[in-house]
């Protein structure tokens, strides 16, 4: 194991050695201790499926359907979940690093120190998502997408793109949004409370409270 610090967030992550995994492409009974590259898994069903300690990289998930079961100890890199259903799902002591989550719903996932690094969540659907313990976003495109009855306290979003970004009664108090982007995000001032920014990011405050208020701003 190995922790990365990214803020004030701590995130305790898997440490895969290749040469001691076994490769296989073969996910008819999960996977456990698995080296995985290139597998063309598209549009697969994985319901009730658990990867445990594998090293995920290059996998074509797009289009899948997992429900239940989960990602336990893991490294994904240059995974496509574009178009996927991930419901009920947990993900715990996972780096997925440049992956590709666009147009994907997360539905009832559960994540507890993992860190998703250089990964796009554009037009993604997060739905009751919550964070069990450490997660941290960095890097990450969030743009134009919708994340409603998330609880997602104490994370890190750091250097995101949030443009477009919908918030629907979500919970991140205690956030760390320094560096990101957030010129465009669409949310209540509520899902805002307790929130850490950067100094930089007052303007982009400012004027996501002109509009939230209704607010006339004039010149003379």
């Known amino acids: 194991m190995r922790t990365t610090t990214i803020g004030d967030v ?3 992550l898997p440490d895969l050695q290749p040469d001691d995994l076994d490769t296989t492409t073969d996910l008819t009974d999960g996977l456990t201790e698995a080296l995985v590259e290139g597998a063309a898994w598209r549009g697969v069903d994985l319901a009730g499926a658990s990867v445990r300690s594998s090293l995920i990289s290059g996998v074509d998930l797009s289009g899948c359907t997992w429900e239940a079961g989960g990602l336990y100890g893991c490294e994904v890199t240059g995974a496509d979940f574009s178009g996927a259903h991930l419901t009920g799902l947990t993900i715990e002591r996972c780096a997925i690093t440049g992956s590709r989550f666009t147009g994907a719903r997360l ?16 037009y993604a659907t997060l739905q009751r998502v919550a964070a069990a313990g ?39 108090d205690g956030t760390d949004l320094r560096g990101s982007l957030l010129q465009g995000l669409k949310t209540p001032l509520d899902n805002l409370r307790g929130v850490t920014l950067g100094e930089d990011q007052l303007p982009d405050l400012t004027r996501l409270t002109v509009a939230a208020l ?7």
């Open 134 to 172: 450490s997660v941290a976003f960095t890097d990450c495109t969030l743009a134009n997408g919708a994340w409603s009855s998330c609880r997602l306290p104490r994370i890190a979003l750091r250097s995101c793109d949030l443009a477009g970004l919908e918030l629907d009664s979500c919970h991140l």
């Open 214 to 220: 209704g607010l006339t701003v004039r010149k003379d």
């Open 107 to 122: 539905t009832d996932v559960r994540l507890k120190d993992v860190l998703f690094d250089g990964c796009r969540f554009d």
């Open 10 to 12: 701590k995130v305790l």
